[in-house]
């Protein structure tokens, strides 16, 4: 079992930065994937990014690629998102997932969610 808890977003500007983490409870967690989904107003929840259990590997959609970072820390349970250069296109409220085997891009094989946190960015 494992729970997640998100946080680190915020109001900012465009051109600003700002760095989510997901903490999570649980003995196993490092080897859990995990990734950063967001949801907009009226949109479907879309992929971000995401990073395999050992952190070797790393994923990001299209739309931030070049901008955000995913890294984990297994010792502190925790994976973050580096997002820098900041748009008003993502602003959505960013959730992190985790399992354990997953299709790394795809919401629906994670069985584990955080409670989300809202990303605004201003024009």
């Known amino acids: 079992q494992v729970q997640l808890v998100e946080s680190g977003g915020g109001l900012v500007q465009a051109g600003a930065s700002l760095r989510l983490s997901c903490a999570a409870s649980?003995?196993?967690?490092?080897?859990?994937?995990v990734g950063w989904f967001r949801q907009a107003p009226g949109k479907e929840r879309e992929f971000v990014a995401a990073i395999t259990w050992s952190g070797t590997s790393t994923y990001y959609a299209d739309s931030v690629k070049g901008r955000f970072t995913i890294s984990r820390d297994n010792a502190k349970n925790t994976v973050y998102l580096q997002m820098n250069s900041l748009k008003p296109e993502d602003t959505a409220v960013y959730y992190c997932a985790a399992d354990l085997s997953v299709a790394i891009k795809t919401a629906t094989s994670y069985g584990y969610w955080g409670q989300g946190t809202q990303v605004t960015v201003s024009s």
């Open positions: 649980g003995r196993t967690f490092s080897r859990y994937a």
